[in-house]
């Protein structure tokens, strides 16, 4: 599990480079904005491609395998990102970049994860990992900002950060391979059938209502993930506070992901995940719905403050379990990383369409009333997950009483 949320935690770090480094890798490279727009879209292209074969791949080939050669991959391409390469030679790094991460990484850390922990213990296995990724991301980013600074902010600098982050990954999937053990689940007679006739897989996780009701779940739930990414601007326009105190809401944000996580984990190992499931996502629901109709205005600060940290707690909650549901569902471990493939495929999504309509919607509607129109529609987005959450805590009360 420290591997893991290690590994989770670090591979991304270089593809997102930008979220921290924007305008240095702006001067460093003399990119335009929309330059820096496509290389996102080109890394988002080829993740949203990759998830589906990716849950195949998992179900095919050992976690450790997949974990050590897609960080390795991150991790030379981070060493040749370092040398300030063309524009075009970028966008096929960071097509690559999403090969290593959607395709290679992602389901073999969801499975892996699934198999720390028995059925009693999921709820805690992925909200631990869901914490810790969050964890690391802040300390290591925290760390070589620090050093970047030291260094003197200059291209030079992010060149040698770029460096430090890709012998990060480098180390890490040395240690993967040395310490992750091979799954020996592939031995079992199920699943080299399974193995062998891979189309009967795939139809096998397509037939399974559960799956397409987990897809909602998250497919909603990353909607809503996005719908905070604009909390900060949220606060600056509709609520007069400056820009320092508009960022540390975002960076308060941040710290309540590990609490929530974790959490969220150990509270549906006692009392069920789809009942928790169903619980968050109804609590995410109300709290998008309160941001539609809370008007702005300092009068309504503490309002707004108090409903951003509900929402927040909520969506880092679902976050850390809702693949949790895959074991409460019934979904077989042999069909994990296919399953995995097909709810990521949908549930991500919002990856592509959220970004888009939260700046027509600001764009168009200036000021507060921009954002009440993007909250109502993650709301009405929500209550979606509500009522798949909802059929989800019913089959798994059934399959109780069976």
């Avoid at 805690?124 to 300390?139: W, Y």
């Amino acid at each position: 599990m420290v591997l893991l949320c290690l590994s989770g935690g670090t591979i991304y770090l270089l593809p997102f480079l930008r979220e921290i480094y924007y305008i240095p890798i702006q001067q460093a490279f003399e990119y335009t904005n929309t330059q820096m727009g496509i290389l996102f879209s080109v890394f988002g292209l080829a993740s949203m491609l990759s998830y589906f074969p990716g849950g195949w791949l998992a179900d095919q080939y050992s976690p450790r395998k997949l974990i050590s050669l897609s960080l390795l991959g991150v991790g030379l391409g981070g060493l040749y990102f370092a040398t300030l390469p063309s524009y075009n030679a970028n966008l096929a790094l960071h097509f690559f970049w999403g090969i290593c991460t959607s395709l290679i990484f992602w389901g073999a850390m969801i499975k892996a994860t699934r198999s720390c922990a028995n059925s009693e213990e999921q709820g805690r296995a992925f909200g631990i990992l869901e914490s810790g990724r969050g964890l690391v991301e802040v300390a290591i980013s925290s760390a070589i900002l620090a050093v970047f600074a030291w260094l003197g902010s200059q291209a030079t600098a992010l060149s040698q950060v770029i460096t430090i982050y890709a012998w990060i990954n480098i180390a890490l999937a040395m240690m993967s391979w040395r310490f992750l053990k091979d799954s020996n689940t592939n031995s079992s007679g199920q699943d080299a059938a399974l193995k062998r006739v891979s189309l009967k897989n795939v139809l096998t996780v397509l037939r399974m209502p559960s799956v397409w009701l987990i897809a909602i779940v998250v497919l909603t739930t990353y909607s809503a993930n996005w719908g905070a990414y604009y909390f900060t601007p949220y606060a600056t326009t509709g609520y007069s506070l400056s820009i320092l105190l508009g960022a540390s809401i975002g960076v308060a944000k941040m710290w309540l992901k590990p609490l929530a996580a974790t959490s969220a984990g150990f509270i549906a190992d006692r009392f069920g995940i789809a009942r928790t499931v169903f619980v968050l996502t109804l609590t995410m629901a109300g709290s998008f719905v309160a941001f539609a109709i809370l008007p702005g205005g300092k009068a309504y600060l503490f309002l707004m403050l108090l409903n951003v940290a509900v929402a927040s707690c909520a969506v880092f909650a679902l976050r850390g379990i809702y693949f949790a549901l895959l074991d409460d569902s019934g979904v077989a471990p042999a069909v994990t990383g296919t399953a995995v493939g097909v709810i990521s495929a949908i549930g991500f999504t919002p990856d592509f369409f959220m970004p888009i309509l939260g700046g027509m919607l600001l764009d168009s509607y200036p000021g507060v009333l921009g954002y009440r129109y993007y909250f109502g529609v993650i709301a009405i987005m929500s209550i979606c997950g509500v009522l798949a959450a909802h059929q989800l805590m019913r089959k798994s009360q059934q399959a109780d009483v069976i």
